[in-house]
T-cell receptor
Framework: EPEVTQTPSHQVTQMGQEVILRCVPI?????FYWYRQILGQKVEFLVS????????KSEIFDDQFSVERPDGSNFTLKIRSTKLEDSAMYFC????????????FGPGTRLLVL | KNQVEQSPQSLIILEGKNCTLQ??????????LRWYKQDTGRGPVSLTI?????NTKSNGRYTATLDADTKQSSLHITASQLSDSASYIC????????????FGTGTRLTVIP
């Protein structure tokens, strides 16, 4: 069964550094998402992406964040100048088409900012 | 304020027993409600999705109910297995768009032999 994959599974970085989290959505899916989950807290929506542009973003997704689909398969989340509070699990998700269809989540990247 | 509250926060049950997890929401307008299973260190996996007109939906040993009048949902797990140990997250949609998804904090279920 097709799956969303994410790399790396874990990332440790120094405060102020830039990180790029990578996702490969399911191949025939058209909508892509990033979420984060701070340890012990709820999953929070960051951004959605469709047709090579951001379709929605939350208040969390400020100028520190950017997303890109550099080729036909990868979907990346870049965090510039990381802060301690960026430490979280970051999930990528994708879905095929209509709004009622379920999002498929990747296994996540655990980011630790020191 | 749009919120999703789940109870209990955590639950320990013996293998083979049944259990019921609760989800109360104040999300409006209501589009649909989903239950996800999240294994430790993994992404959420969809179990069920229910719209306004659906009262019950089953997926194997998982049965979700929805009362749109009282804004409550439950997830019933029958004949629990050790592999059911996970967090179960209730997610309510207020319409189109990912910005309209509201996540609960989840119930952490532990099934012991």
């Amino acid at each position: 069964e097709p799956e969303v994959t994410q790399t790396p599974s874990h990332q440790v970085t120094q405060m102020g550094q830039e990180v790029i989290l990578r996702c490969v959505p399911i191949s025939n899916h058209l909508y892509f998402y990033w979420y984060r989950q701070i340890l012990g807290q709820k999953v929070e929506f960051l951004v959605s992406f469709y047709n090579n542009e951001i379709s929605e973003k939350s208040e969390i997704f400020d100028d520190q964040f950017s997303v890109e689909r550099p080729d036909g398969s990868n979907f990346t989340l870049k965090i510039r100048s990381t802060k301690l509070e960026d430490s979280a699990m970051y999930f990528c998700a994708s879905r095929p088409t209509s709004v009622q269809e379920t999002q498929y989540f990747g296994p996540g990247t655990r980011l630790l900012v020191l | 304020k749009n919120q999703v509250e789940q109870s209990p926060q955590s639950l320990i049950i013996l293998e083979g027993k049944n259990c019921t997890l609760q989800c109360n929401y104040t999300v409006s307008p209501f589009s649909n409600l989903r239950w996800y299973k999240q294994d430790t260190g993994r992404g959420p996996v969809s179990l069920t999705i229910m719209t306004f007109s659906e009262n019950t939906k089953s997926n194997g040993r998982y049965t979700a109910t929805l009362d749109a009048d009282t804004k409550q949902s439950s997830l019933h797990i029958t004949a629990s297995q050790l592999s059911d140990s996970a967090s179960y997250i209730c997610v309510v949609s207020a319409g189109t768009g990912a910005n309209n998804l509201f996540f609960g904090t989840g119930t952490r279920l532990t099934v012991i032999p």
